[in-house]
């Protein structure tokens, strides 16, 4: 956590105070979307049900008007349930810590795996460039990562040309592996750098590209949780590359 001017003039002890309070905050935020996604979606599910239930039975005593406002409940729940689930994963991701050394590689052939349908109907390719190192960390989190950058890239893709999607890693100047995911999409402007992270943040309508906007949030939490940075570099029409970085094998021995 970078300090700020404000902070750099604090005694020693008070800075220390400061972080135990914000990360007691962020840990308390945490809990409270993890216990407001999991609760809600139960009242939620059974909204969906009966909802669902009516249109079935009683469409033809319905009129026009009636099962238009259905369908939008239907539709309206459906888009709840996603963000919750998108919610619970990000608070799972505030959890995530470092277990043991893993090939970089195994964790890009899980999302990859996971993302298999959407790589065929979409005819993207992933392009592994170079030697992978060893890493540590979570595996199963920091795949998601992976996931949700693949994700993105494949979501935002040009129509004009299947996405390619790259990457590489190499080390980094303070004893870390800088991992680089690079795509041919369509970018973005450089003033919504940080916006791209935020959490339910959306560059576009849902119209346009659907989804809830938390796949990126999420890669940065579970990134933090690790000790690393996660940042980009993007330019519209000519793709994006997200950068992160990871401790090697040997940090935590």
């Known amino acids: ?20 309070r914000v990360e007691q905050l962020e840990e308390d935020l945490e809990q409270f ?17 009966f909802a669902t239930l009516l249109q079935s039975r009683c469409a033809d005593q319905l009129t026009d008007d009636c099962r238009h406002f259905l369908n939008q409940i239907i ?3 459906k888009r709840m349930e996603e963000k919750l689930e998108d919610l619970l994963a990000f608070s799972r991701a505030g959890r995530a810590k470092p277990t043991g050394s893993f090939p970089l590689g195994q964790a890009i052939e899980e999302a990859r795996r996971a993302l298999v349908r959407s790589i065929a109907e979409t005819k993207a390719t992933i392009d592994i460039k170079g030697e992978l190192p060893v890493v540590e960390g979570d595996r199963s989190m920091i795949a998601q990562v992976f996931q949700n950058l693949f994700s993105n890239s494949l979501k935002y893709r040009r129509k004009d040309k299947p996405p390619l999607i790259q990457v590489e890693a190499e080390p ?17 402007d450089m003033r919504y750098k940080e916006r791209v992270f935020g959490v339910f943040q959306r560059l576009y309508t849902i119209e346009e590209y659907p989804g809830t906007g938390i796949g990126l ?14 940042w980009t570099w993007s330019e519209p029409d000519q793709g994006a590359t997200f950068y992160f970085t990871l401790p090697p094998a040997t940090a935590r021995s």
Not at 7 to 20: F, G, I, N, V
Not at 38 to 47: I, S
Not at 173 to 188: E, K, L
Not at 217 to 230: L, P, W, Y
Request: aromatic share 6%; with cysteine; hydrophobic share 30%.
């Open 172 to 188: 980094h100047d303070d004893d870390s592996w800088r991992v680089a995911v690079r795509d041919n999409g369509i970018g973005f």
């Open 217 to 230: 949030a999420i890669a940065r939490k579970v990134i933090d949780r690790h000790g690393g940075n996660i």
């Open 1 to 20: 956590m970078p300090e700020t001017d404000h902070e750099c003039s604090l005694p020693e002890d008070t800075k220390c105070a400061y972080r135990t």
């Open 33 to 49: 979307a993890y216990l407001a996604s999991h609760d809600l979606r139960e009242p939620l599910t059974g909204l969906a049900g």
């Open 75 to 77: 539709e309206g729940t």
